[in-house]
């Protein structure tokens, strides 16, 4: 790197500082100027938030990267990013696991990432998060000045800080994601959940709930199943005055009739059979905070009224009590179903859905959020790969295209439970290859898309197939890996009669290799 090429880099970061330009632009543009003053085949700027490193743009990595949450305690080269605080090099030869194994766009299967940079940016003396540079070349960073790096980090910062404060000062980023992990943390103790995307449709969505966030309004959140409308209603009362106060749910399609009443409103002791004692109901639980109700076009028509009725002044009895009892509850409210034909139909009130349709949300189905289903898909890889062990889970290129064409009835409940099962699958597969890694890529028949071709031997045969979900309904996940394998070594024994040399053969297995795996799994 030259003088002149270090300076040519600042120049237009520089200009960029008084410019208004969308936060992906910018951080764009960021990154393609340090990829140019540092050459590599991929950069990526990561923001953290308590234990976790976001990734916010890259460049020349897997585009689901972006949807991933790299937990800074389970990778030690983040770890050492984070505490050391300067500009570090891994080389060729550190035997610390790269994060990135397997997401470098190009590299190939059993190629692991060879030469690493990484640098902390400070805003304020305060760790904001990291730049990180890789390449596939092992001798790639080995005259990379550091100090020019931590110079250029310094830079980077400043494109940081400019970025964050022209969005504060024009109102138009809402903290949606720390407001949830606040509440998250303290109220239930969940790993924190996000509304993941970069799509239109997610952005209306995401400016709709920073809109009406910060009101006491009834909200009515419509969309398909699983397209989470509960993350949603999350993301509202994160933004709202209420966001310190608790945010309880009902899904009033789960409960059966005779106990909606007692759940919704509480109950006195002797109201009914069974009701030994007084009991609050989620609207007193929910005082001064946030009540969600999911599926709220299933309750009952009695129900409904009582309902009404508090939404209207405040006021509610407990099932079986004349008392009166005053709550302050904002109500959000979510539905799969057209609200107006129930109306229509006499199966819901007409007065109660204008109560909850202040202010309607719509949530857009994943067919309609485009390459949104690549980033949503990083984080369940993320959070499979934790889950079973690996160091890199990836999806192939076909894989990619595949998701993308799917027309996804089930919404992201759907890619979440196709991703986890993939993913199993895949682990499966990859256990039985001659040199089994810890890096494992999903292909296209492990997805398992209907009307997808399939291009694995093992999956060809029904049996393999019915094997695998089989194994997925065994307790832990290495019990799942083991069923499964014991089943496939079964079954080609049982092909071949027993000769263990023709089923190593079919197995692509040295005979010596196959005959350990099965004694481990208890296969005479």
């Not at 400016?207 to 006491?216: H, Q, R, T």
């Not at 998701?403 to 256990?431: F, P, Q, T, Y």
Request: proline share 5%; with cysteine.
């Amino acid at each position: 790197m030259t003088k002149s090429s270090f300076i040519a880099g600042w120049i237009p970061l520089v200009a960029d500082l008084s410019r208004d330009m969308p936060e992906r632009e910018r951080y764009g543009r960021l990154l393609e100027v340090i990829r140019q003053v540092f050459p590599c085949d991929a950069v990526a700027l990561l923001k953290l938030q308590d234990d976790y490193l976001l990734p916010l743009a890259v460049i020349g990595l897997s585009p689901d990267t972006l949807g991933r949450r790299f937990r800074v305690s389970e990778h030690p080269r983040f770890q050492e990013l984070v505490s050391q605080g300067g500009a570090t090099r891994f080389p060729s030869d550190c035997g610390l696991p790269d994060p990135y194994d397997g997401l470098v766009e190009g590299q190939p299967t059993r190629l692991e990432v060879h030469d690493c940079l990484g640098c902390a940016l400070y805003l304020q003396d305060q760790l904001w998060g990291l730049l990180t540079l890789d390449s596939l070349d092992p001798a790639s960073f080995g005259n990379v000045d550091l100090a020019a790096l931590e110079a250029f980090s310094g830079l980077a910062a400043a494109t940081v800080m400019a970025n964050e404060r022209i969005a504060a000062l024009t109102s138009r980023i809402e903290d949606e994601r720390t407001a949830a992990e606040v509440y998250r943390h303290a109220v239930n103790h969940l790993q924190p959940r996000s509304l993941v995307g970069q799509s239109a449709a997610l952005r209306h969505l995401q400016g709709e709930i920073a809109l009406v966030g910060k009101s006491d309004l009834t909200v009515l959140i419509a969309g398909e199943t699983g397209v989470g409308k509960e993350l949603v209603a999350e993301a509202i009362h994160a933004a709202s005055n209420r966001a310190r106060r608790p945010m309880l749910s009902l899904n009033c399609a789960a409960l059966p009739e005779n106990l909606v009443e007692s759940e919704l409103f509480g109950h006195v002791r002797g109201a009914f059979s069974g009701a030994i004692s007084d009991r609050r109901g989620k609207f007193e639980l929910a005082n001064a905070g946030t009540l969600f109700l999911d599926e709220v076009g299933e309750l009952p028509l009695t129900v409904q009224a009582k309902l009404l009725r508090v939404l209207q002044s405040g006021q509610l009895q407990r099932l079986g009590s004349d008392q009166e009892h005053h709550v302050n509850v904002r109500l959000i409210a979510a539905t799969n179903r057209d609200l107006v034909d129930r109306v229509r139909e006499g199966l819901f009130r007409a007065d109660l859905y204008h109560r909850l349709a202040v202010y309607p949300i719509r949530v857009p189905p994943l067919r309609e959020r485009g390459r949104d289903v690549l980033l949503l898909a990083g984080t369940f890889l993320e959070e499979n790969r934790n889950r079973l062990g690996l160091r890199s889970l990836r999806l192939s290129a076909e894989s990619q295209m595949v998701l993308l064409k799917h027309n996804w009835l089930g919404n992201v409940r759907e890619l979440e439970h196709l991703i986890s099962r993939a993913a199993l699958k895949a682990m499966a597969v990859h256990m039985l290859q001659p040199e089994p890694t810890r890096m494992v890529t999903i292909d296209v028949a492990e997805l398992d898309l209907p009307g997808q071709p399939p291009n694995r031997d093992e999956f060809t045969n029904p049996g393999l197939a019915e094997a695998a979900n089989a194994s997925m309904n065994v307790g832990g996940l290495r019990d799942a890996v083991d069923a499964f394998q014991r089943r496939r070594i079964e079954e080609a024994l049982e092909r071949h009669q027993g000769r263990w040399a023709n089923a190593a053969r079919e197995l692509q297995l040295d005979r010596a290799n196959l005959a350990r795996l099965a004694r481990r799994l208890g296969i005479r």
